[in-house]
């Protein structure tokens, strides 16, 4: 495991007075590095999305019309009106302990493109930790996501492979039945590394033995899928582990052979045996 869960506050232990759990020292403290952070984000934004109604709120008058109201703004000065804002952004959370620096995890969305940016111990130019520092390298990881990626089609449905077009038949009216792409592959790739793709198709061993599948085949019959492997450098792939790949199915229907014309081809294949074995005896005694 990359993390280390010490109690459900984000606190240090020592900052709880000795009410921690007992399981853990009187010092220790959470820890777990970005891209584990990011996931966290991603799984509460995904599973709670109504966090976000709070989360964007920039001001708030507390007890608002008594002697004891209080007014409040949000940490995360990147929001609507305030410091630091940023287009777009409704979140998400900031802490700052002296372990750990100045944090933060942010989410923005444009044009239905939500962007999570995760920045631990933020500091300036000179070294110093501030709050300016973490929301200006924040907004640095933004403008990357939101401006070096495209959601780009690598793949268009109906997509043959020139090595495998089609797969050979046993038992059917047809020899062979084409292949093809059910849908296409579309992800966010960055800006000009498209062409950094290729295409690699699995059959199902299940159903595919030895390039051949067996009729009766419907059509849109899945027969294997179509995975994405990057030539040169690093895929640092989905944070959910998600796997791109598209299912590839028969184009066309392929019925079963009638008995007669089963029959027919099983004495061919008998004859023909017969005839390979007999010319290779034949052969053998020359050798």
Known sequence: TDYKFVNSTGLNNSDLQGMHPSAFGEKDENVMPARSVAKLAYHLLKEYPEVLDTTKIAKKTFREGTDDAIDMVNWNFMLPGLVYEYDGIDGLKTGTTEFAGHCFTGTAVRDGRRVIAVVMNAVDDKGVGSYEARFDATRVLFDYGFKEFSETELLKAGHQFKKQKTLDVIKGKEKKVAIATKKPIKMLVRNGEDQDYTTELVLDEKLVKNGQVQAPIKKGTV?????????????????DGKIVDAEVVTTEEVKKAGWFSLTM?????????????????????FN
């Open 223 to 239: 027969v294997g899928h179509v995975k994405l492997v990057k030539k040169d450098g690093s895929d640092y792939g989905f944070i």
């Open 265 to 285: 081809g099983a004495i061919g294949n008998f004859f023909s045996n017969a005839w390979n074995s007999s010319t290779g005896f034949v052969k053998g005694l």
